[in-house]
């Protein structure tokens, strides 16, 4: 089992900058990636950004959705057990729940979401 716990939304100006962050705990060792997703009103969840851990190597690589792509990082702290999202820029097509997720034994746990909005 992992549990998440999410920080850091809140409200932004358009070309503003925010943090989160999703501190994991449990099984954390056995994750196998982790990142964040996010659901806009009447849209499907999505894929923002997440970490996907290299297996039997210390590789890990990161991916973005295009959306985002080059105004966003996600890093991670695993002395902290922590991901943490900075997007840049920020739009009003950004406005959305944003989920913590993780990926253990090809299970999702997910966090219980914190609201960002984006707006003037």
């Known amino acids: 089992q992992v549990q998440l716990v999410e920080s850091g939304g809140g409200l932004v100006q358009p070309g503003g900058s925010l943090r989160l962050s999703c501190a994991a705990s449990g099984s954390i060792f056995s994750i196998s990636a982790m990142g964040w997703y996010r659901q806009a009103p009447g849209k499907q969840r999505e894929l923002v950004a997440r970490v996907v851990n290299g297996g039997t190597t210390n590789y890990a690589y990161a991916d973005y959705a295009d959306s985002v792509k080059g105004r966003s990082t996600i890093s991670r702290d695993n002395a902290k057990n922590t991901v943490y999202l900075q997007m840049n820029n920020m739009k009003p097509e950004d406005t959305a729940v944003y989920y913590c997720?993780?990926?253990?034994?090809?299970?999702?746990?997910w966090g219980q979401g914190t609201q960002v909005t984006v707006s003037s």
């Open positions: 997720n993780a990926i253990l034994f090809s299970r999702n746990f």
